[in-house]
């Protein structure tokens, strides 16, 4: 809990506040990278819900992609729950350096949300998987700001708060826009240590940020 002052010794008494990490995955990196993202929120004060995008694939393609069964647990994310959230850190894979389509396709539905203003003012984040290093860790960041900026909310990235985003020991994801893994062009790579660690960051870093404006 911490205590806000505005002018006049106006104070407010802001409590934890209520995060969505809301994640498409298909081969599962990107929800584990969220559960580390949620880790990190909870232990900056905040309180958090994991939910996913729903799925624009048929069940048969899902199959013939070698696709594991949807993490039931999630629950699937639509404009109501983006409305109810005080922040929300969006978890997106790369298809061709952009967010793939089924993260798309939630905030294309988000019209209402849109002309009522539903999502003016919250802090977002966004961390990505891209197979390979230069395959999007950047711009699937920097084009999905283009959401965020339509919908007047506040994008927080990480910066290099995080001294281990600089680490050259090891090949890993991450920049300033966000936490980020690699999959490896086969997908047969997992998060490793250091990219968790940056992901615990950035849910911790985040859940600091959002206390200083919702109130």
Same mark, same amino acid.
């Given at each position: 809990?911490?205590?806000?002052?505005?002018?006049?010794?106006?104070?407010?008494?802001?409590?934890?506040?209520?995060? /969505?990490?809301?994640?498409?995955?298909?081969?599962?990196?990107?929800?584990?990278?969220?559960?580390?993202?949620?880790?990190?929120?909870?232990?900056?004060?905040?309180?958090?819900?994991?939910?996913?995008?729903? /799925?624009?694939?048929?069940?048969?393609?899902?199959?013939?992609? #070698?696709?594991?069964?949807?993490?039931? /647990?999630?629950?699937?994310?639509?404009?109501?729950?983006?409305?109810?959230?005080?922040?929300?850190?969006?978890?997106?894979?790369?298809?061709?350096?952009?967010?793939?389509? @089924?993260?798309?396709?939630?905030?294309?539905?988000?019209?209402?949300?849109?002309?009522? !203003?539903?999502?003016?003012?919250?802090?977002?984040?966004?961390?990505?998987?891209?197979?390979?290093?230069? !395959?999007?860790?950047?711009?699937?960041?920097?084009?999905?700001?283009? @959401?965020?900026? &339509?919908?007047?909310?506040?994008?927080?990235?990480?910066?290099?708060?995080?001294?281990?985003?600089?680490?050259?020991?090891?090949? &890993? #994801?991450?920049?300033?826009?966000?936490?980020?893994?690699?999959?490896? #062009?086969?997908?047969?790579?997992?998060?490793?240590?250091?990219?968790? /660690?940056?992901?615990?960051? @950035?849910?911790?870093?985040?859940?600091?940020?959002?206390?200083?404006?919702?109130?």
């Amino acid at each position: 809990r911490t205590w806000l002052c505005a002018r006049m010794c106006a104070c407010v008494w802001v409590d934890s506040c209520w995060f /969505e990490i809301v994640y498409y995955s298909m081969y599962k990196h990107i929800e584990t990278m969220a559960a580390a993202v949620a880790k990190g929120v909870e232990a900056g004060g905040g309180k958090v819900t994991v939910m996913r995008a729903p /799925e624009t694939l048929s069940a048969e393609v899902l199959k013939k992609l #070698g696709a594991p069964p949807k993490n039931e /647990e999630h629950k699937e994310c639509g404009s109501k729950d983006l409305a109810a959230a005080d922040a929300i850190i969006f978890g997106i894979p790369t298809r061709f350096g952009m967010a793939a389509a @089924q993260m798309k396709a939630l905030l294309d539905r988000t019209g209402g949300l849109w002309m009522k !203003g539903g999502l003016l003012g919250k802090p977002a984040g966004i961390f990505v998987s891209t197979g390979t290093l230069g !395959g999007g860790q950047e711009t699937t960041a920097l084009t999905f700001i283009t @959401q965020l900026t &339509h919908h007047g909310m506040m994008f927080v990235p990480i910066g290099y708060g995080c001294q281990k985003l600089t680490d050259l020991t090891e090949v &890993h #994801g991450g920049s300033p826009y966000g936490a980020g893994t690699l999959a490896g #062009g086969d997908g047969s790579r997992k998060p490793s240590k250091l990219e968790l /660690e940056i992901a615990e960051y @950035q849910g911790s870093y985040m859940a600091k940020v959002a206390k200083k404006y919702v109130a």
